[in-house]
């Protein structure tokens, strides 16, 4: 074939192949639009997942009668004229290839007025051809309307998925415009159906009421609000609590600069900032913005903003990833609310962040909230140190576990005393502040009654005491954990595989504080063990991480981490005995003390509470 230049017409199409994938793909162009006229109320309508039609107006600049033909011309745009201007940019769209790229791929009509002008005027294209420029009828501003998308490239029709697929894609698309600018109306309908209706919020908590309008008040009682900067960069906004986090990814929201973005990397840095702490398979959710000065960062590296890139990607990555742990390692009783369970109204002290969002300009054109240049430690770093000091923890977790004899031997009998002074509890709990409270009984084994100033608090002591384990194993790793030396060795008969499995492993179990060779084929020799563990339960602990039960509950995807967490594990379970009060006093102790305490290392809620107020309305009292 000849080479030939192709026709206008088939470039527009092939434009439109790269951006307008989908009806969603349609609306996040002409809301952008609308977005960089200024606009204060967008309504967006579809009809038929947006494949029939899709209608966005708005009350922004609008276009004179003279532009309509311009703006659905190929590189017309009136965001930037020059190489200076392309650097700087700050609005949403630059590159003039949105509109004629729908036009060419559906039929559309514009319709818009300017403030001066004295009427509306508009403009109708299909495909190749445009009509006239003719008078309209509408106030101040523009409306596009899309009809019958990829009539003209059955190709790509052919990838556009059910009506209620479609249509979901358009309500995610919106909610994060709206969730970007709290300062603007919005307004989704799917047909008559009011999908999404967010009125425009000023001020401080702008942010804050927005997300409740968009994602509902059951997201705000989940999350743990949280901020965190490193020099000119800054982190912040709303983390999904881990026990409510959820079966797909469409709660997670990352805006950066007040920009909404879909971004790999930054998804996967939050994530692995919930690897401790969330339950196989579930995704958290989350609101969290980034600001940083717009020279470390390229937005506009791919036409849909689908990803950014950073001039120091792995830094960033880092930064992320550690502000998300240390802010999810303070849910522990009394920092962060517990797992709200029916009737159980989440309790505890919150600390109040501000959404930094987008702000309008007096201008009319956005701007974004400006880069805080302090550098700050995380919100809750004194707590965490003081938590961590050591030496301010006279109760050794040790004389627990060291108590601690395998299910259905005689319990207390076992038992030594308590080394704790502060294990005996204080018999006040009505003016009991702590967030656990005191510690009434035990119940099948399993759960602590407690109450506290506010009401009662349940604790599952496994979950607990879990968690409590494998922070302190964890803590102490990175040093070597100190060992103790057995005066005999313990024995552990181990079926022949699962020995040579251990024996494959040999490296992890001696760097968590293990000595041990095999004397057989099925029997293995312990001569050193971790000092947080008991020589009297070891053999099982050790049977049962050999066994590897379980292995696969864990979302800790650290090869030692996880290791540790099923040593933890094992060994928790094996603590399955009764406790006297002072013991349980010290683990509610504990617990309060422990980073991410509020969810054992599955992912489950430690401790749950009720008010007095609940209970009382159980019992229908005070009516
Ligand atoms: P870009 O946004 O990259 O400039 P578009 O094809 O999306 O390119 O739009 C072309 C031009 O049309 C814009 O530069 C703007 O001047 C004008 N325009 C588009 N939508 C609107 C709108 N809703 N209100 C006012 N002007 C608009
Ligand atoms: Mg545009």
């Not at 006229?37 to 038929?48: L, S, Y």
């Not at 990397?265 to 958290?284: E, K, W």
Request: glycine share 6%; proline share 7%.
């Amino acid at each position: 074939m000849p080479i030939r230049l192709l026709p206008e017409a088939l470039i527009d199409q092939i434009a439109a192949g790269e951006v307008i994938e989908r009806p969603a793909s349609v609306i996040k162009e002409l809301v952008e639009n609308s977005l960089d006229a200024g606009a204060r109320r967008i309504e967006v309508d579809i009809e038929q997942g947006g494949i029939g039609l899709i209608r966005v107006r708005d009350d922004g600049c609008g276009l004179a009668a003279e532009d309509l033909v311009l703006a659905l011309t190929r590189h017309a745009t009136s965001k930037i004229a020059s190489l200076e201007d392309l650097e700087a940019v700050n609005t949403l769209g630059f590159r003039g290839e949105a509109l004629p790229s729908i036009a060419s791929v559906s039929r559309l009509k514009l319709v818009s007025r300017t403030a001066q002008a004295a009427h509306a005027s508009e403009l109708t294209a299909e495909g190749a051809s445009r009509s006239e420029v003719r008078p309209a009828a509408q106030p101040q501003g523009t409306t596009v309307e899309v009809r019958d998308l990829f009539f003209n490239v059955p190709a790509r029709r052919k990838f556009v998925r059910t009506e209620a697929t479609e249509s979901s894609h358009v309500a995610r698309l919106v909610e994060r415009l709206a969730l970007s600018r709290p300062d603007v109306s919005f307004r989704l309908r799917n047909g008559a159906r009011v999908v999404l209706d967010a009125r425009a919020v000023e001020g401080e908590t702008q942010g804050e009421a927005r997300i409740r309008a968009v994602l509902g008040d059951d997201f705000m009682e989940q999350a743990l609000p949280f901020e965190h900067s490193a020099g000119p960069v800054w982190v912040g906004g709303w983390l999904g609590l881990p026990t409510a986090a959820r079966a797909t990814q469409d709660g997670q929201f990352w805006f950066i600069n007040g920009r909404s973005v879909r971004d790999k990397q930054l998804m996967s840095a939050a994530r692995l900032g919930y690897r401790d702490v969330l339950f196989h398979g579930r995704h958290p959710a989350y609101v969290l913005h980034l600001q940083l000065p717009p020279e470390l960062v390229d937005v506009n590296a791919h036409p849909s903003k689908l990803e950014v890139r950073f001039r120091d990607q792995r830094q960033i990555h880092d930064f992320i990833f550690r502000a998300v742990t240390w802010a999810l390692g303070d849910t522990r009783p009394g920092a962060a609310p517990p797992m709200p369970v029916g009737l159980v109204a989440p309790a505890g002290a919150r600390t109040p962040a501000p959404a930094p969002v987008a702000a309008p300009e007096p201008g009319g054109a956005p701007a974004h909230a400006p880069v805080r240049e302090t550098a700050r430690g995380p919100v809750h770093a004194p707590a965490r140190e003081a938590a961590r000091e050591p030496g301010r923890d006279p109760w050794q977790l040790a004389a627990v576990l060291e108590s601690m004899p395998v299910p259905g031997e005689p319990a207390l009998a076992a038992a030594p005393a308590v080394r704790s002074p502060q294990a005996a509890p204080v018999y006040a709990p009505e003016a009991d502040s702590r967030p656990l409270g005191t510690p009434l009984a035990q119940i099948r084994n399993t759960y602590i009654l407690a109450q506290t100033a506010d009401g009662v608090v349940l604790v599952d002591m496994h979950a607990g005491h879990e968690r409590v384990l494998y922070e302190q194993l964890k803590a102490q790793y990175a040093d070597g954990l100190p060992s103790q030396q057995l005066l005999e060795p313990v024995v552990v008969e181990l079926p022949a595989h699962q020995l040579e499995a251990l024996l494959e492993n040999q490296a992890e179990w001696e760097r968590a504080g293990f000595e041990m060779d095999a004397l057989g084929p099925t029997r293995l020799a312990l001569r050193r063990i971790p000092a947080l563990l008991s020589n009297t339960t070891i053999a099982d602990i050790v049977r049962s991480v050999a066994a590897g039960e379980g292995e696969a509950e864990h979302h800790i995807e650290d090869a030692s981490d996880r290791f540790l967490a099923t040593l933890a594990c094992r060994t928790s379970v094996h603590a399955r005995r009764r406790l006297t009060l002072a013991e349980m006093d010290a683990l509610l102790r504990q617990m309060e003390r422990t980073d991410r305490a509020n969810q054992c290392n599955h992912g489950r809620p430690t401790w749950v509470a009720l008010s007095w107020k609940e209970l009382d309305h159980l019992f229908l009292r005070g009516r």
